[in-house]
C-alpha cells in the first residue's frame, strides 16, 4: 500500500465559474477557475461548499473531469431532480458565479503518467476502465492525461450509457472507448447494446492474464455488479477499484 | 470568508436539525454503500474474529462463538464522509468492551482489519466505554455482504470509514498507525462534529 499520501490542510478556495454549459440532456459542464488550485492526479475529487443567502450550507463531491494539463477544473454534474445541490448548479450557476472548492480529495482512485514512469514493472500492467453512466467523469481525466502526455501504457474505457445522446464527453473518447447503450440504440450503432456481463467483459477487456488494474466508477449497483463479475472472471480482487456515487437513497 | 450563492438556500422539506453535523445531508430511509474495492464472500467457516498485540494472537473467536456472545440492541446515527448521514439506524452486535474484557492491555490505539485488506486506526479509548461495536445485525436481519457482513465495526461517533467493513482482527498498539483512509489525506481521528473529513481539518 502507497504510504506516500501528502497530508496538507486543504483549505476551502473560490472557485469562478467561466461556463455553464449542457453536454448531455441530463449532465452539465461546469468549467470553474480556480487561483490557489494545487493542482491533481486523474481520479482525485473536490468538495463544493454553497451557502445559502439564509444561511444554509449544503457540501457535495464531485469527481474532476479535466486533466491536470488544463488549468481550468471541469465537472460534469449530473442534475438528480430531487437533490438539493445538483439542480443548482445545472439550472441556476451562471458564468462569473463564485462558490468553495477544496482538493483534491482521494489518493487510491488515481492513475498518472508520473507515477507511472516511477513504477516500471506496474506501468507494464495495462489500465482497464469501466463506467457506468455519469461515472465516466473521473475516467475522462484519466484519458485525457494519458493522451496529451502520449502515455504508453495501454488502457481500455468500457462505458455503459442509457443511450447515444447521452454519452459524455464524446471529444475525448478514441478507439479504446468501447460504449454499451442499454436502453436503445440508434440505427447502424456499431457498438455494443445491453448491460455490461460476464460475456461483454470477456470480450471487450483486458483478461486475467494481463493482470490489469482495474477501475469501476457508477452508481453503487453498477459497481457491486462488475466488482463481483471481474473478480468471477478470475481477476484479482485487490487490482480492484471502485469509486461509487448515486446511491440508494439521495445522491449528490 | 463565506461565498453567498444568489438563489440557493434551504428547500421546502428541509428543516435544520441538530441531529446533522456540520456539511451533511440526511439521507432518509436509503442506504449508501462505500468501499475502495470489491465486496468480499469469504464462508462464515472460514470468518474468525481475533484480537491480536503487537506480536501475538490474544484472544480468537469462530463466526460460531462469536455468535454465541452477548448482542446488544442499538439505534444510533451514523455519519459518512462522503456527506450522508443516516439517523436511528438499528444494529446488534458484541461490545468491543466484551471482546476487550479479558485482555490486559496498555495500548493505546487499534488498527482494525478487514477481509480484503481495508485498515482504519482507532484510539484505544474510541473502543471501549461503550462507544463501539462489532456488529452482525442491522435492521433485523443478517448485516449484508456490501454493508460489511457478516460482521462490521460500529463506532458511531467517528465518520463512519472508522466502522471498518468485513471486520477480522483489532490489533492493539502502543502506538498509533494510520490506516488505509488515513494514508490516502483523511482525518487522522475522524470527528463529524468537528468535520474532521481530511488531514489538517
Redesign the interface.
Known amino acids: ?3 506516500a ?6 483549505n ?1 478556495l ?1 472557485a469562478r465559474v467561466l461556463d455553464n454549459r449542457m453536454e448531455t440532456p441530463r449532465v452539465h459542464r461546469l468549467v470553474l477557475d480556480v487561483p490557489g488550485w494545487s493542482g491533481h492526479l486523474p481520479g482525485q475529487h473536490v ?1 463544493v ?6 444561511g ?6 464531485y469527481s474532476l473531469a479535466s486533466p491536470p494539463e488544463v488549468p481550468q477544473l471541469h465537472l460534469l454534474v449530473e442534475r438528480l431532480d430531487d437533490g ?1 445541490v445538483s439542480p ?1 448548479l445545472t439550472d ?1 450557476v451562471r458564468s462569473d ?4 472548492l477544496r482538493g483534491p ?5 488515481v492513475w498518472s503518467v508520473s507515477a507511472d514512469r516511477t513504477d516500471r514493472d506496474t506501468a507494464r500492467r495495462p489500465v482497464q476502465l469501466v463506467a457506468g453512466g455519469a461515472g465516466v467523469s473521473p475516467f475522462v481525466a484519466m484519458l485525457d492525461h494519458h493522451r496529451r502526455l502520449d502515455s504508453p501504457t495501454r488502457m481500455q474505457l468500457l462505458y455503459s450509457a442509457r443511450c447515444e445522446q447521452e454519452v459524455l464527453a464524446r471529444d475525448v473518447l478514441g478507439p479504446e472507448t468501447t460504449i454499451t447503450l442499454t436502453r436503445e440504440a440508434p440505427a447502424g450503432w456499431r457498438g455494443e447494446t445491453g448491460r455490461i456481463d460476464a460475456g461483454m467483459l470477456q470480450r471487450r477487456t483486458f483478461g486475467p492474464a494481463e493482470r490489469p488494474r482495474t477501475f469501476v466508477c457508477g452508481p ?1 449497483v453498477f459497481a ?1 455488479a462488475m ?2 463479475t ?2 468471477d472472471l478470475g481477476h484479482d ?2 487490482a ?3 469509486e ?1 456515487f448515486g ?6 | 470568508m463565506s461565498v453567498l450563492s444568489r438563489g440557493f438556500g434551504r428547500g421546502r422539506g428541509r428543516p435544520a436539525d441538530d441531529r446533522l453535523p456540520p456539511g451533511q445531508y440526511d439521507v432518509g430511509s436509503g442506504f449508501p454503500v462505500l468501499s475502495a474495492g470489491p465486496t468480499p464472500h469469504t464462508p462464515l467457516a472460514q470468518c474468525d474474529l481475533t484480537v491480536h498485540d503487537e506480536t501475538d494472537a490474544l484472544r480468537r473467536w469462530s463466526w460460531e462463538e462469536f455468535r454465541a456472545l452477548p448482542h446488544e440492541a442499538l439505534t444510533v446515527d451514523i455519519h459518512c464522509v462522503t456527506k450522508w448521514s443516516k439517523f436511528d439506524s438499528r444494529w446488534e452486535g458484541v461490545a468491543v468492551d466484551r471482546l476487550l474484557q479479558d485482555v490486559p492491555t496498555t495500548a493505546t490505539h487499534v488498527l482494525a482489519g478487514s477481509d480484503g485488506g481495508y485498515t482504519t486506526n482507532l484510539p484505544l479509548e474510541d473502543l471501549t466505554g461503550g462507544r463501539a461495536w462489532v456488529v452482525d445485525t442491522y435492521a433485523g436481519e443478517p448485516l449484508p455482504p456490501e454493508h460489511g457482513g457478516p460482521a462490521r465495526l460500529l463506532v458511531p461517533h467517528l465518520y463512519f470509514w472508522k466502522s471498518a467493513k468485513w471486520l477480522r482482527r483489532l490489533t492493539l498498539l502502543h502506538h498509533d498507525e494510520p490506516g488505509f483512509w488515513e494514508t490516502f489525506g483523511y482525518h487522522n481521528y475522524g470527528d463529524p462534529w468537528r468535520e474532521q473529513r481530511y488531514s489538517g481539518d
Request: charge should be negative; charged fraction near 35%.
Open positions: 500500500m502507497a504510504r499520501a501528502v497530508q496538507r490542510r486543504l476551502w473560490r468538495d461548499r454553497l451557502t445559502g443567502e439564509d444554509y450550507v449544503a457540501e457535495r463531491s438539493e443548482y441556476e458565479d463564485v462558490f468553495e480529495i482521494g489518493g487510491y482512485f453503487t457491486e466488482a463481483t471481474l473478480v480482487p485487490s480492484i477499484r471502485i461509487r446511491s440508494t437513497g439521495e445522491p449528490s
